[in-house]
């Protein structure tokens, strides 16, 4: 089925380094003598014995062929140093990556992966674990078109001892979860602007969401598109020509316990199927890879998978995936038009490759509508928006931006804590007045403008004036700190930590936002 998981492979805890059934062993760490289990002595002394014909061991991965383990195959992926300033949590992950595609290439279908608890990072087993599981994803594409190779492992042994057993046994369990979250969030993120064409993320979203506890509802309507968000319907004018283009908003709902809720959390995730910038078009060679700008909305849905596999207490959840293709052609939306926002703000076009927060900002007005009756809710929106956020952090860092009320409650640096102790890291941006100002109207005509024509990364605060357009232009401004109804709300613009290009997609945020808002719930 398109929504199908099962190139996950199964995860099983392992008591014997020497069990027969795995072909290969894995070993993280940064100092193999940290080893200090006596079942992994052989081991040890094996990485030692190599240690002294290559000097550059700690340094790579290396494949040592050795009596020690039952395959013959031991692979050492070291994480590096771990005690510099700059050395965080990822080394295990990275270390991890890098060993099993080791694996793989020498062709392993069974590995075993050892690692052990280190206490400068609490969660670096359950990193190193993830790690691996990141190399061992197969595109959507290739499961469905080639089936020979929609796995490229059987199972997956994690090591333990009797005392840690009980642990491992609860980071598989979460790992899993997890994982599967990542899987949903990459098949649609990365898949090619046909497969994942809005109708089609539709079919995908129902199948994985079927018999679970996540409720799916579509609004796929033009014409009450149109009329509930006018600014989607602006970009989703030019597609909804063509059928299998049309533009969707999907809906996903989460409750834990709805007599018990404690907290309420709205994501809106940027959907656009394909950005050929509209009228405004991205010329140049700069189109390429414009298939991955609905990694927001794929997160959306990673984050329900992991919803539906950990089913956490006391919270729920409403997601809204904003799908939709911006097009080019007689019928595109352009540079000047004004349009009233469900909200009732006239919002000035600027520039038609400002597309994202246009699809985005009615959909949050429709869910800042909810969230005024809520208990204890939250706001978020997720996007690859901004090139600008990638000058100014590089490619492997979200970037979150807080309104008033959540930073009175600290949003910004909660998450950024679990980031860094899951893998999944962030930086925090501050929106300030400029950037209300930036967007207010020019002229008597508009309320707002929506974008200026330079691109975002030539433009001074290119990432932190975009959220203070969704704001501005769903209605969010009369919901600040100085509000009777004050609405936490927070930006998160992925574009950089989405994933690269040629690649795969990293599944970025979820595992930060599981991380402070699941985890503790189960």
């Avoid at 190193?128 to 595109?139: E, F, K, M, Q, R």
């Avoid at 990673?302 to 089913?311: A, H, T, V």
């Avoid at 330079?454 to 290119?462: K, L, V």
Wanted: aromatic share 6%.
């Amino acid at each position: 089925m398109g929504g199908s998981l099962s190139e996950l492979p199964e995860l099983v805890p392992c008591l014997d380094i020497n069990d027969p059934q795995f072909d290969g062993v894995v070993v993280v760490t940064d100092v193999v003598e940290k080893l200090v289990d006596e079942t992994l002595n052989k081991v040890v002394a094996a990485v030692q014995e190599y240690a002294e014909v290559d000097s550059t061991f700690n340094e790579d991965v290396v494949l040592i062929n050795t009596d020690a383990v039952p395959s013959k195959r031991l692979i050492f992926a070291p994480t590096g140093p771990l005690n510099r300033d700059y050395d965080d949590v990822r080394r295990f992950y990275d270390a991890a990556e890098k060993g099993i595609k080791r694996a793989l290439k020498a062709g392993c279908k069974k590995p075993l992966l050892v690692s052990i608890e280190e206490k400068s990072f609490p969660k670096a087993e359950n990193v190193t674990t993830l790690g691996c599981l990141s190399a061992l994803y197969v595109p959507l594409e290739i499961r469905e078109d080639v089936p020979s190779r929609a796995s490229k492992a059987e199972v997956v042994g994690i090591w333990c001892n009797p005392n840690s057993k009980e642990r491992v046994q609860k980071g598989i369990v979460l790992a899993k979860a997890v994982e599967a979250g990542r899987i949903v969030t990459r098949d649609i993120g990365g898949s090619d602007p046909e497969r994942m064409a809005a109708p089609n993320v539709v079919k995908y979203v129902e199948e994985v969401f079927k018999g679970t506890c996540i409720k799916v509802s579509v609004n796929s309507d033009q014409e009450q598109l149109n009329k509930d968000y006018p600014l989607y319907g602006a970009v989703n004018r030019a597609a909804s020509q063509v059928s299998r283009h049309r533009g969707r908003v999907i809906f996903l709902e989460y409750t834990g316990e709805e007599k018990n809720t404690e907290k309420t959390l709205f994501l809106v995730g940027k959907g656009v199927t394909y950005d050929t910038g509209g009228a405004d078009i991205k010329a140049g060679g700069v189109m390429a890879g414009m298939h991955r700008d609905k990694c927001g909305a794929a997160a959306v849905a990673g984050f329900f998978k992991i919803l539906s596999e950990m089913k956490p207490k006391g919270l729920k959840v409403v997601g809204a995936m904003a799908m939709v293709r911006n097009s080019v052609g007689s019928n595109c939306y352009v540079a000047d038009e004004i349009i009233t926002s469900r909200a009732g703000v006239r919002v000035r076009v600027g520039n038609t490759d400002a597309e994202g927060r246009m699809a985005m900002a009615d959909v949050l007005c429709h869910l800042k509508e909810q969230a005024l009756s809520a208990v204890n809710p939250q706001l978020f929106t997720i996007a690859t928006l901004t090139g600008h956020v990638i000058r100014a952090y590089g490619e492997n860092y979200s970037a979150i931006l807080d309104n008033g009320p959540a930073r009175i409650m600290n949003n910004a640096q909660n998450i950024q804590e679990m980031g860094d102790q899951w893998a999944d890291p962030f930086e925090i941006s501050t929106l300030r007045r400029d950037d209300y100002d930036f967007h207010r109207g020019k002229s008597e005509y508009e309320d707002v403008l929506q974008c200026n024509n330079t691109p975002s990364s030539g433009t001074a605060r290119g990432h932190q004036t975009p959220a203070a357009f969704l704001i501005e232009a769903s209605g969010l401004e009369k919901h600040g700190k100085d509000s009777d109804k004050p609405l936490p709300y927070s930006h998160l613009d992925i574009a950089g930590s989405s994933g690269p290009f040629p690649g795969v997609p990293t599944g970025a945020p979820i595992v930060a936002l599981a991380a402070q808002f699941v985890f503790p719930r189960c």
